[in-house]
């Protein structure tokens, strides 16, 4: 039947009932049981053991296959966490709810309540003594039971998507586990968790284009945030000396399999510490929690072993350009041979580009996706790290690193500067780009500049992001994968 079919059928399903007396949505049931709880308790237990018990048990869910045999049926009923089979018969139910049993249709919320048994084939079962209607569904499941096939109605309607596939169900349970393990190993370890502001009224702490909005009663513009960087900062120089922040970011930059403009993050710092220090930091946090969801520290990503024994590989910049990409080291110190090497490479930069972008530029065309086990790249230029402090062996390099897992950035860390002159020659240098035309240069903010000038004690931070750490724990190739509603172009009705 087309769907206009399938809705007039239902239609009349709902008139019969409405006109029985039967209410379609009533809220005074409360299931005592859940099908993991049962399937836990008696999930083992034969034949004999069940017929035995003289609990009878009840839950709700949705109505997801009915086997129907005239006065007998068989039916599936799914609540949050799996499914369990249920036998409907003339004979043991009331006429009342045998009547509501035939008007149900897949996708309706049911009651249902009595004793456990097995059936010949074996399957754990609740012989239905009682069934209620909680709430009639209008509308079918697309594409019956067996799960959405469909990409975008997967993404646009995932209410629909988490019905009718388990697995992406337990993709957000895993997610939220992560998190709940993040937060863990965070406050094991003395740090704080605060919040700070969304809405900003200067975009800084990353290099990225922002939203913005405009607040109506201060008649001011706004930006939603980039990153949280400056303000956790100002907790620092406050006293606050270990911070984290589990935050939503807004950048307004492309998407694709890897990128959202709304995403999660976890964002932290530490007084007296060096980006040394978050080295092993990181692999323990990431061990931790892997060592958790799979009781050990390799797993299976996109048909790839990945390998989380520490210690992960460590190399600068400069030496994966050269074992990685093919650069001649005499390259990395003069801007016009690399502007030549990156054109080759097909790399977009410009005459006007410094040494460090393009050299950034070449890494990221032609080094990031060869960086599959966990591996810190460290010693990025200062020209792509305005928040960085400056290598003591090179003041052209920064004391940061970026941990690149399957081919893609997860955490970027460094020692941050703290010294005010410094910090604001170098929003000078970004200000001097974005009037060059770069959207996504770092704005000047004095009153971050005045935070220092307070003496903020030497420290070290470091971004996570969640929603890429979730891809790679749950074997998700895609980040809306992993975000329960990814943003997408509206569709006209």
């Not at 094991?188 to 922002?210: C, K, N, S, Y």
Request: charged letters at 30%; hydrophobic letters at 40%.
């Amino acid at each position: 039947m087309e769907d206009n079919e399938l809705l007039h059928a239902r239609l009349e399903k709902i008139a019969a009932l409405r006109a029985a007396g039967v209410d379609l949505y009533p809220n005074d049931i409360k299931p005592q049981n859940t099908t993991a709880e049962i399937f836990a308790q008696f999930g083992n237990s034969d034949s004999e053991n069940l017929s035995k018990l003289r609990q009878k048990f009840s839950l709700a869910g949705r109505l997801m296959a009915v086997r129907n045999f005239g006065k007998a049926a068989f039916i599936k009923i799914q609540d949050r966490r799996g499914q369990i089979q249920s036998y409907i018969a003339k004979n043991i139910l009331s006429d009342d709810a045998f009547f509501i049993f035939k008007k149900l249709d897949i996708g309706d919320i049911v009651y249902i309540s009595g004793k456990l048994f097995r059936t010949k084939t074996n399957e754990l079962t609740i012989e239905a003594e009682d069934l209620r209607l909680l709430s009639k569904a209008i509308r079918p499941l697309p594409e019956k039971w067996h799960g959405l096939t469909d990409i975008e109605t997967r993404y646009r309607q995932r209410h629909l998507d988490l019905i009718s596939s388990p697995k992406v169900k337990e993709i957000f349970y895993r997610r939220s586990r992560i998190i709940q393990l993040i937060r863990k190993f965070m406050d094991e370890h003395d740090f704080l968790e605060v919040e700070t502001p969304m809405m900003q009224p200067r975009a800084g702490g990353a290099i990225a284009r922002p939203f913005k909005t405009h607040h109506n009663a201060l008649d001011m513009d706004f930006y939603l945030r980039i990153a949280p960087e400056l303000y956790l900062k100002r907790l620092v120089t406050g006293g606050l000396e270990r911070v984290y922040e589990i935050n939503r970011n807004f950048r307004n930059e492309g998407i694709s399999t890897f990128h959202n403009p709304e995403f999660t993050m976890l964002e932290f710092y530490w007084a007296y510490t060096t980006y040394e220090d978050l080295m092993p930091f990181t692999e323990n946090l990431f061990t931790f929690i892997a060592a958790d969801l799979f009781s050990g520290l390799k797993f299976n990503y996109q048909d790839t072993q990945i390998d989380l024994t520490p210690p992960w590989r460590r190399v600068s910049v400069k030496e994966a350009l050269v074992e990685m990409a093919g650069m001649p080291p005499t390259a990395l110190e003069n801007q016009a041979q690399a502007l030549a090497f990156a054109r080759r490479a097909g790399c977009e930069s410009k005459e006007t580009d410094s040494l460090g972008k393009i050299l950034m530029a070449i890494f990221d065309e032609l080094v990031e996706k060869k960086l599959i086990q966990p591996t810190f790249v460290t010693h990025y230029p200062v020209a792509v790290s305005p928040l960085s402090r400056r290598s003591a062996t090179d003041i052209n390099l920064t004391d940061r690193f970026e941990l690149y897992i399957y081919g893609k950035e997860i955490a970027n860390a460094f020692s941050e500067l703290n010294d005010p002159g410094d910090q604001r020659e170098r929003f000078l240098q970004q200000l001097k780009e974005r009037e060059a035309g770069d959207d996504e240069a770092h704005e000047m903010d004095e009153d971050y500049i005045r935070t220092l000038e307070y003496a903020m004690p030497p420290t070290a931070g470091e971004g996570i992001g969640i929603d890429r750490m979730a891809m790679l724990f749950t074997n998700s190739a895609s980040i809306r994968d992993v975000i329960l509603f990814p943003m997408l172009r509206t569709r006209q009705e």
